[in-house]
């Protein structure tokens, strides 16, 4: 398995029955290794939105770490002063 460097391209928002959506070209597809009817995730970052393939694993991490900071943000607040 090679290198695959960053690629750059652009998508249309475009309506989609009562939604909104984008549509992704068969090789940015290949790149994510996903296919019609699989799962992304999307991540808000400092720098924009990321797509991965969906992990199991860490949607339930990233779920228990919301639920946390949820149930604790005083806490958590008090720590990060």
């Known amino acids: 398995m090679g290198y695959n460097p960053p ?3 652009t998508v ?3 309506t989609i029955g009562n939604s909104a959506g984008i ?3 068969k ?3 290949e ?3 996903v296919s019609k009817g699989d799962t992304l995730t999307v991540t808000e970052t400092p ?3 990321q797509l991965k393939t969906y992990d199991e694993t860490f949607a339930t ?3 228990l770490a919301e639920e946390i900071m949820r149930e604790d943000r005083d806490v958590l607040r008090k720590l990060a002063q």
Do not use: A, N, W
């Open 7 to 9: 690629m750059f391209t």
């Open 12 to 14: 249309k928002v475009t």
């Open 23 to 25: 549509i992704l070209s």
């Open 27 to 29: 090789e940015i597809l």
């Open 31 to 33: 790149r994510l290794r």
């Open 47 to 49: 720098d924009g939105v």
């Open 61 to 63: 991490g990233m779920s």
